[in-house]
């Protein structure tokens, strides 16, 4: 459809300006919408970071690494963790 529409030589041009227009509304759309938002300063951003001591911090060593494979395991004992969304 897109490209019919860009090789029509009649409704090429209509219809790159309609794109355009639509980027332009988008564009606006999102800068006003900015507009609400306060920020602060890269340095006082900064100064605000997260500071950790990992010295006092406990790191649990895993009981193993890699790739484990559980062969038989009831799935219906995880169904209900399961993310779905990347599937649809």
């Not at 529409?5 to 090429?12: G, R």
């Not at 649990?60 to 399961?82: R, S």
Request: net charge negative; hydrophobic share 35%; glycine share 2%.
């Amino acid at each position: 459809m897109v490209v019919q529409k860009l090789l029509d030589p009649e409704n090429a041009q209509e219809y790159k300006d309609d794109i355009k227009q639509e980027y332009e509304d988008l564009r606006r759309e999102y800068y006003d919408s900015q507009k609400d938002k306060s920020f602060v300063s890269l340095a006082k951003a900064r100064s605000k970071a997260m500071k950790t001591d990992w010295n006092l911090v406990k790191i649990v060593k895993p009981t193993f690494l890699g790739t484990q494979v559980q062969v038989k395991y009831d799935l219906t004992k995880i169904v209900d963790f399961i993310d779905w969304d990347p599937f649809f």
